[in-house]
């Protein structure tokens, strides 16, 4: 009872922070969006490969969020892919491509929009997934950061 409580506090409190990150800038949108992944990912591979107990429930809710974290988080790699120059350009693309067609499709297919799937393949490498894209949004955060003040500095020149 007392941990279904705290559960849907936490859930409520992600919700939230969630819905607040999509009208935030860029760098504390990536910041947060990409610790939501990396921390998902990082319990799911843990859990996973039975290094800890404690496994994330699968109540609806949840997998919304995430599916809505990984299809925004993907897409705005791929976004910022076009404008980056620096050597994770293509890397972000593929994983925001693959990140925003693992989470699209069974979606689209399970109301009906579209009429063919994606072949079953093991759940971990969604968590792998995850893991990376969240990886590659704190980083992305903080290249762009970089790449705007080289911006800004070389416009007052």
């Known amino acids: 009872m007392v941990i279904e409580i705290i559960a849907n506090i936490i ?3 992600v919700v939230v922070l ?23 990912g ?3 591979l843990l859990s996973y490969h039975e ?12 997998t919304y969020i995430i599916s809505i974290v990984v299809t925004v988080g993907g897409a705005s790699l791929v976004l910022d892919s076009f404008k980056e120059k620096s050597f994770l350009k293509w890397i972000s693309l593929t994983f925001g491509f ?14 009906n929009a ?13 968590f ?17 950061e970089d790449d705007a003040s080289k911006l800004s500095l070389s416009k007052i020149k």
């Open 11 to 13: 859930i409520i409190a």
């Open 18 to 40: 969630l819905i607040v990150s999509l009208r935030l800038a860029k760098k504390p949108k990536h910041l947060i969006l990409g610790a939501i992944l990396i921390v998902y």
């Open 42 to 44: 990082g319990i799911k």
């Open 51 to 62: 290094i800890i107990q404690f496994n994330i429930p699968r109540i609806p809710v949840i």
């Open 98 to 111: 693959i990140a925003v067609v693992l989470s699209v499709i069974p979606t689209l297919h399970q109301i």
């Open 114 to 126: 579209i009429t063919f799937e994606i072949p079953s393949y093991p759940e971990f490498i969604n």
């Open 128 to 144: 792998y997934l995850y893991f990376s894209a969240g990886l590659l949004l704190i980083i992305a955060a903080f290249i762009a």
